[in-house]
């Protein structure tokens, strides 16, 4: 068998941090491959990143020729405050859970826990520039795109180990056969 064989399945994660207006932002990729004919490539992100999309695509084109191929990205950011406090949203929940608790007889509500309701809190983290996050972004990519092709060779060996004996099997059969062939006459 002349080249190295390389699976078309398998799976690697990236993870890359940046400091970014005051905050830690970790970028964290998963990417899964499947067999496929060609290069099927889907790029899932979180929406404030997608004008990313393409440079992802480029990286996963240039890393990749073959399989159906699956690409998760998340950011979480650690320090400063996510999103904005909706002043407005917690005073209305605010007046009409104080006004349930007092006709039932029950405590008043506590802030921290009406501040857990959905739509307390808006998205605030959406208005950072894209650009800021990309050296991370690409850097995480680049680091799953790699411990994948690596996994792709890994398993493309083995199959190729397999397919070399069992090549050298069918070679000693096919001679026993031969052998034996005049004797049959």
Not at 42 to 48: G, L, T, Y
Request: charged share 25%; net charge negative; with cysteine.
């Amino acid at each position: 068998m002349s080249g190295a064989l390389a699976s078309m399945t398998g799976f690697g994660s990236g993870r890359a941090e940046v400091e970014a207006e005051g905050r830690r932002h970790t970028c964290d990729v998963e990417v899964r491959s499947v067999n496929g004919r060609h290069l099927k490539l889907s790029v899932r992100a979180p929406d404030e990143l997608s004008p990313l999309a393409p440079r992802i695509e480029a990286l996963a084109k240039a890393a990749l020729s073959r399989g159906t191929v699956y690409l998760s990205l998340r950011r979480t950011v650690k320090g400063g405050i996510e999103g904005q406090l909706d002043e407005d949203s917690l005073r209305a929940l605010h007046t009409k859970v104080s006004s349930l608790a007092a006709s039932l007889d029950a405590p008043a509500p506590r802030l921290d826990v009406l501040c857990l309701a959905p739509g307390v809190f808006g998205e605030g983290s959406g208005s950072l520039e894209p650009e800021l996050l990309w050296p991370s972004v690409e850097a995480a990519v680049e680091s799953a795109l790699a411990e994948l092709v690596a996994m792709r060779a890994t398993e493309g060996a083995g199959l190729g180990a397999d397919l070399r004996e069992i090549t050298s099997e069918l070679r000693r059969e096919a001679d026993a056969i031969e052998a034996a062939a005049p004797a049959t006459i």
